[in-house]
């Protein structure tokens, strides 16, 4: 990739005026795993033309469009319509923990047969090698070798020699999670801590400012495993908690519409997305993007406090 030009890089002070919140936001929106994935394809696919990650958007569109695939494949043959962990899922939910853990993902076969449909569904001969012999060496694994590697996604200890195929492993637990958070009962859901879905304990992507009823600017953070929107205070850092320390910062070249909100406390950063002025931003998709974003906000000390799955770097 190009090296990027030096942008202005300023900084948006945060009006305790204008945060959107009200007592009838709701805590979570489950996911729609019917239109998710085709809408993030979508998305990936304007975002594309001329910009300077324009191959990579290509590649994780065609790995939206195949979820997309699987996922009506699913819809259509009933899978996952049991609940392997039902007993454990009412004592997480009880005690305040998310109640999709790692064990839907070890006692749920559904989890195979997602991949290997998503291997199938890939048309990656416009990809480069790297992605071409991550699917071919998926293909090859067996099943405990996939399943070991799920899980470590799903903890978030994504090993570095194995990032490709992480990419597709990723993408079959997406399918598989959201179709399980679209099925919980949004009510019975409880804060677990900061910066963790309540669904399923992953990493938010982005924080997203929405504009649906009645939640009208109001603030979600967007889970990088399952796609739940959870409510977040505004003008508190995701990282630590922290609301005294926090700014927002933004490059008009790269997006209005996309900004980063950083911690001086604990020296974090997220994505921060106002979805109110432009509906079709997409937490994943607008987050690779945003790229520049990342590449300045570090040069000045901060790290990244989020988790985006299909753009490892």
């Given at each position: 990739m190009p090296a990027p030009q030096k942008k202005s890089f300023d900084e948006i002070k945060p009006d305790p005026d204008k945060i959107g919140i009200s007592g009838s936001v709701p805590f979570v929106r489950l996911p729609e795993p019917g239109s998710?994935?085709?809408?993030r394809a979508e998305r990936l696919l304007a975002l594309a033309p001329g910009h300077p990650l324009e191959a990579y958007l290509r590649l994780v569109a065609e790995v939206a469009r195949a979820q997309s695939v699987v996922q009506a494949d699913r819809a259509t043959a009933g899978w996952d319509v049991t609940d392997p962990d039902e007993a454990?899922?009412?004592?997480?939910?009880?005690?305040g923990m998310p109640p999709l853990s790692r064990h839907v993902i070890e006692a749920d076969p559904s989890f195979q047969e997602a991949l290997e449909g998503l291997l199938q569904a890939l048309d990656l001969s416009a990809a480069p090698e790297e992605a071409r012999a991550a699917q071919a060496a998926l293909q090859a694994a067996s099943r405990e070798d996939r399943l070991d590697l799920a899980v470590q996604v799903f903890e978030g200890a994504i090993p570095v020699e194995r990032v490709a195929e992480c990419l597709f492993v990723s993408a079959a637990l997406q399918v598989c999670l959201a179709r399980?958070?679209?099925?919980l009962d949004a009510k019975a859901l409880k804060p677990v801590a900061d910066g963790v879905c309540p669904c399923c304990g992953g990493a938010p992507t982005a924080s997203v400012i929405v504009s649906w009823t009645p939640a009208d600017k109001a603030r979600y953070l967007s889970c990088s495993l399952c796609g739940t929107l959870w409510n977040h205070v505004r003008i508190r850092c995701t990282a630590c908690g922290d609301g005294e320390s926090v700014s927002y910062y933004g490059i008009d070249e790269v997006s209005k519409d996309v900004q980063v909100e950083t911690c001086t406390s604990c020296h974090s950063y997220l994505k921060h997305l106002h979805q109110h002025r432009a509906p079709a931003l997409d937490p994943v998709a607008d987050d690779i993007a945003s790229y520049g974003l990342d590449l300045k906000i570090t040069e000045e000390g901060f790290r990244r406090a989020g988790l985006n799955l299909l753009f490892v770097v």
């Open positions: 998710l994935f085709q809408a454990g899922r009412a004592v997480r939910v009880e005690h399980r958070a679209a099925r």
